[in-house]
């Protein structure tokens, strides 16, 4: 495929994308709320050494669960991808402090044409009422937090819409895979080519560990015309007291 889905790694996680490019998977697909697999054939570039918890958690600007409430937008395009929006309520942070409800921009996936969805990873789109983990990029200049690299930057937790968020806090709590990320954090391996050198390690253990957390500015919306459709609060710049590595917002 064509050289601009290389970019997809660099603008997600930014580290540099190498080899093949990415290919589009397509199937047909009537809505945004399937949940069949695509057909497959769906590959791409991934960074290397993305399934090392270490890495992905220095990769992530802010790690969390959150429930999907509802789709927001289609087509939105972030530089060259067309993406889907998300408003997610945060239940539980493990890295970065979020609260009440963010926009997660699903890169490269639910971009229909001609009746077709076109899918990056052979992806899904998110579904609405469930709950997932999230290991997202900030986009500053969108307040959105991105995601695009499957399996490894999200996890379902669960599709019960009907769980309180006192439930999935305590299955939040439970989870492997939550106690992973949670214990990976104080051993993140930062990307010195981007984020360090960048000035965007976000969230990084050691600013955490501080007390004086490093996050990213606040939002400023340069033209209300252009900003999503729901309304997302945007990051914290300080901790609290009582922050953790698995504070709950």
């Known amino acids: ?15 540099a994308a190498s080899g093949a490019g990415i290919l589009t998977a397509v199937r047909k697909a009537p809505n945004y709320a399937s949940n069949r697999q695509p057909v497959s054939g769906g590959s791409g570039s991934l960074p290397a050494h993305i399934d090392d918890d270490r890495y992905l958690m220095g990769m992530s600007h802010y790690v969390f669960v959150g429930k999907v409430h509802t789709k927001t937008g289609s087509d939105f395009m972030v530089d060259v991808l067309p993406s889907a929006l998300y408003e997610v309520e945060v239940i539980l942070n493990i890295k970065g402090i979020l609260q009440g409800n963010v926009t997660i921009a699903q890169l490269g996936i639910t971009h229909y044409r001609n009746g077709r969805l076109y899918s990056i990873f052979g992806d ?8 997932y983990l999230f290991a997202t990029r900030y986009l500053v200049k969108d307040n959105m937090y991105a995601i695009s690299g499957p399996p490894y930057d999200r996890k379902l937790m669960t599709s019960d819409s009907g769980l309180s968020n006192a439930q999935l806090k305590e299955l939040a709590l439970k989870d492997e895979r939550v106690r992973a990320l949670q214990a990976a954090y104080p051993n993140e391996i930062l990307s010195r080519n981007d984020d360090i050198n960048g000035g965007t390690a976000w969230n990084n253990y050691k600013s955490f560990q501080s007390g ?3 996050a990213p500015p606040p939002f400023v919306e340069s033209n209300p015309s252009d900003a999503p459709a729901t309304e997302s609060s945007g990051p914290a710049s300080e901790p609290t007291a009582s922050v953790s590595p698995s504070i709950s917002p």
């Open 1 to 15: 495929m064509t050289k601009k889905y290389m970019v997809i790694v660099g603008i997600i996680l930014c580290v």
């Open 124 to 131: 899904n789109p998110l579904q609405p009422g469930a709950t």
């Open 212 to 214: 004086h957390l490093f």
